[in-house]
T-cell receptor, first 114, second 113 residues
Framework: GNSVTQMEGPVTLSEEAFLTINCTYT??????LFWYVQYPGEGLQLLLK?????DKGSNKGFEATYRKETTSFHLEKGSVQVSDSAVYFC?????????????FGTGTRLQVFP | SAVISQKPSRDICQRGTSLTIQCQVD?????MFWYRQQPGQSLTLIAT?????????ESGFVIDKFPISRPNLTFSTLTVSNMSPEDSSIYLC??????????FGQGTRLTVV
């Protein structure tokens, strides 16, 4: 079946440090892949996405590359800020999106300190 | 894109009572979903809200506990019935649009006392 595995948190970093949050998936075919972010007290917001192999999604300094060979979609940022503190969810949408639903990872809490 | 308005944003309810959460979308969408996010956990899909027919529930969720309405393509409600403290969670409405992207409401933070 389809599944998403994320690294456990919390991830604690100092401001301007490099961030990597690992995400691997299991799916048939070529799903679309997403990173969602949830700031404290809010709903989920789409951070970035990739819909095919080797695509790179990017937004607000965050990047993730769809790696079919390693079934991964790791989230990276070169220099984190305190305002990046949030919970990050990796998710996949199977190929037949009109009959299947988003599948989420467990979420990774990021805490950035000044 | 789609803008979702969900209300109430939070509520504190007595056990044994029911709460209805509303989800309004600014455009017509085919797919609408309701999720639960228990404290410190990821999202769990409760059901798919189908326009004009009964909702499709995921394993572990039943209509008697979580009745859902979807009278048109822009609106849905989720009711949490006969609440207990274990129902304390964030409930999220979500829509998916053509182009494989999902949008979420701000969530309803429910505390049952």
């Amino acid at each position: 079946g389809n599944s998403v595995t994320q690294m456990e948190g919390p991830v604690t970093l100092s401001e301007e440090a490099f961030l990597t949050i690992n995400c691997t998936y299991t799916a048939t075919g070529y799903p679309s892949l997403f990173w969602y972010v949830q700031y404290p007290g809010e709903g989920l917001q789409l951070l970035l996405k990739a819909t095919k192999a080797d695509d790179k999604g990017s937004n607000k300094g965050f990047e993730a590359t769809y790696r079919k060979e390693t079934t991964s979609f790791h989230l990276e940022k070169g220099s984190v800020q305190v305002s990046d503190s949030a919970v990050y969810f990796c998710a996949l949408l199977p190929l037949s999106y009109n009959t299947d639903k988003l599948i989420f990872g467990t979420g990774t809490r990021l805490q950035v300190f000044p | 894109s789609a803008v979702i308005s969900q209300k109430p944003s939070r509520d504190i309810c007595q056990r044994g009572t029911s709460l209805t959460i509303q989800c309004q979308v600014d455009s017509q969408v085919t797919m609408m979903f309701w999720y639960r996010q228990q404290p410190g956990q990821s999202l769990t899909l409760i059901a798919t809200a189908n326009q004009g027919s009964e909702a499709t529930y995921e394993s572990g969720f039943v209509i008697d506990k979580f009745p859902i309405s979807r009278p048109n393509l822009t609106f849905s409600t989720l009711t949490v019935s006969n609440m207990s403290p274990e129902d304390s969670s964030i409930y999220l409405c979500s829509v998916e649009t053509l182009g494989t992207e999902a949008f979420f409401g701000q969530g309803t933070r429910l505390t049952v006392v």
